[in-house]
Structure formats: C-alpha cells, structure tokens
C-alpha cells in the first residue's frame, strides 16, 4: 500500500517501479479503445461540448444529445446566439441544468474573446469548467501535456497502487493529480487520457471488474492485497433529504398555466404548472373556479436527485373562468408546451394527464 503520506514525495520511485505500466495500458487502448465521435476531431468547441455533456451522464445517453447539439448549433458562435430557454429545451431530459446555463454563458463568454482558448488556464477560466474538463479539452483539442483525472482514472490508479487516500477530500485530488502527471507520457496526453477512462469504464469497472484479464494484474496492489472491492476510498456524501412538491395543472379554454423556476433552487431557468403551497389554496380554488372541483392524477410520484428525493403530488383543474394566478406565472396555450424546457419530474407528471385537450 501507498501510504498517504509517502505518495507526493515518492512519485519518481513509485512510477519507476512500474515501468511498463504506462506502455501496457496504451496497449490495450489500442486494441480495445471505445470509437466516440468527438475523439476524431481537434474542434476544441466539439470536444468541449462532449465534455460538459459528460457530466453525470452515461455516454450512451450523452453521445445523443452530443449530436443533437451540433446539429442544432454546429459551432460555438451558433450556441452563444441562442437564447437560455433554447439551450435548456434542448438540454431537457439530462439533468444537473446548471451544466446547461454554464455551457451556455462560457459560449458567449469564448465569443467575446474572440477563439476558443487554447492554454490550460484558459479554458479553466470558463464558466462551468474545472480542472478535469480543462485538462481534457486542452490535450484532446490542443495536444497540451495535462492529466485529465476524472472518476474512473481515481479507481484505475487506486486500485493499482493501493492508495487510501479519499479520492474526493482536497489532499486526494492533489496526490491523484500528481500520479497521473507523472505517468503520462510526454506528447501523448490525449491517447493516455482517453486509455486511463476507458479501462475504468471497460476493464477497471465499479463493479466486478475484469481482474483475471486485466494487462497489469501482476503489479496491481488491490488485486494482490484483496482490496479490489473497497478501493477507491470516498468519504461519506452528504445525508439525502426528501422534498414534497404539489402540482396544479389548470385548464382554461386550452391553455394552462405555468412559470419560469427562479434562481437559488433546483431547475433554475426551467418552466412547472402551478405549484401549490398548502391545501387550504388548493381547496379555495376548487371551490371557487372549478364546479367539478380539483382531480388527483398522481400521488407520491417519486424523483431522485443527487443528495435530495423529491415526492411529488399532482393535480388537475378544468375551469370556466380564469383564476387569478400567483405573482410570475403566465397562461400559454397547451398546444406550445412542447416549446418550454421542463424538468424530467414534470414531464412525467403531465405525460399522466388522463383528461385529453378538448382542441
């Protein structure tokens, strides 16, 4: 094992004393090397794009919306020009819309730079880009000599080097950091960067990884000492807390009623039905605008966020006379809902809608 402490001032002993580990891993990439469309080309703006996309999505549901964006906005001029409500309709389904609203204020912010930046600290400097995405982007895009280290590079190298350190405290990202740096091979930054995520996500898995043939199971610290199943080390995630939510869909004359999420919550920027707070408002309104009364569609809908379970209840409302609304709500018509970024939660919701528009 690689003690913590050891590990920053041994780089250079330890990184000798896997020679060929480096070299066995560009092997097998070689040969077994996922083929994903913006690995065959240095458009930094394409490969920027896949990046932030990336994010907390699995690539099979990212390389679709990776091609949706480029169809829709084939350069980063093209993404700058559209408005929030494009880029976050378009976004719609993937979640963590912060990484849309940053994707979109770092397009403009490259436009008014003039080129995309082509320096490590450069593209740190981007709205919603930290250190693994900046490093990514410069080596694939530009070639530039930096270890990207994102989740599966962590486990590769502390499985390997039996290294216990946190991989999500400071003193973890800085050790792993180092390591990675150490082993990459000058001038090959991308192809070593692209090898390390791969045999995470194909050799080196989360779980039951493809140990018996594994190219560097010889040298491999956690295979050697039974620790396969408890490396990498994380330290525990914040407690997960449940939020209720009520919804009213209201009618009136094929047209509903909806808002614009402010900021300072989940789903900034993005459009609901009326949301209720309390039942004595839901049943003031049943009782004065709807003679058929208020109607339960769903109960106890279930939606999980990262460190928050949402349990939502909704409802529907037919009326003959326009309620008046709370303060930032608008009426649109039901046919131009499609046109309005919404939450997953609430397109489930109003995908349960029995009652058929009577257009």
């Not at 896997?18 to 469309?37: A, F, V």
């Not at 609901?272 to 009782?287: D, S």
Request: net charge negative; proline share 5%; glycine share 6%.
């Amino acid at each position: 094992m690689v003690s913590s402490s050891d590990l920053l001032r041994n780089i250079g002993y330890i990184c000798s004393m896997n020679d060929g580990y480096t070299e066995s891993l560009l092997s097998w990439y070689r040969e077994h090397g996922r083929d994903l469309p913006w690995r065959a080309t240095r458009d930094a703006y394409a490969i920027w794009l896949s990046e932030i996309i990336l994010q907390q999505t699995r690539v099979q549901q990212g390389e679709a919306y990776w091609h949706r964006f480029m169809l829709r906005f084939p350069s980063v001029e093209a993404l700058a020009a559209a408005s929030e409500d494009e880029v976050l309709r378009l976004w719609q389904g993937l979640g963590y819309y912060s990484r849309a609203r940053n994707l979109h204020a770092a397009a403009r912010q490259i436009v008014a730079e003039g080129a995309f930046p082509q320096t490590l600290e450069g593209i740190r400097a981007l709205k919603g880009v930290g250190d693994y995405t900046a490093a990514a982007v410069a080596s694939f895009a530009f070639g530039v000599d930096a270890a990207a280290v994102d989740g599966n590079v962590y486990r590769v190298l502390a499985r390997h080097f039996g290294i216990e350190t946190p991989i999500n405290s400071t003193e973890g990202k800085r050790e792993f950091t180092a390591l990675a740096t150490a082993l990459l091979p000058h001038g090959q930054a991308a192809t070593f960067n692209q090898a390390m995520m791969d045999f995470g996500a194909l050799q080196c898995t989360p779980h039951a990884p493809v140990c018996a043939a594994c190219p560097v199971a010889e040298t491999c610290a956690a295979l050697r000492t039974g620790r396969v199943d408890t490396l990498p080390v994380k330290l525990l995630k914040t407690k997960v807390q449940e939020r209720r939510l009520t919804y009213l869909y209201i009618r009136f004359n094929h047209e509903t009623a909806i808002r614009k999420r402010p900021a300072g919550d989940i789903w900034q920027g993005l459009w609901e039905p009326v949301a209720v707070e309390g039942e004595q408002w839901l049943e003031e309104l049943a009782t004065r605008w709807a003679a058929d009364g208020v109607v339960l569609v769903e109960k106890d809908v279930k939606h999980v966020l990262t460190h928050r379970i949402l349990m939502a209840d909704f409802y529907f409302m037919e009326v003959t006379e326009k309620p008046p609304l709370p303060e930032g709500y608008i009426w649109v018509k039901e046919t131009d809902l499609d046109d309005y970024g919404k939450p997953r939660l609430i397109e489930r919701l109003l995908a349960q809608l029995p009652y058929p528009q009577s257009l």
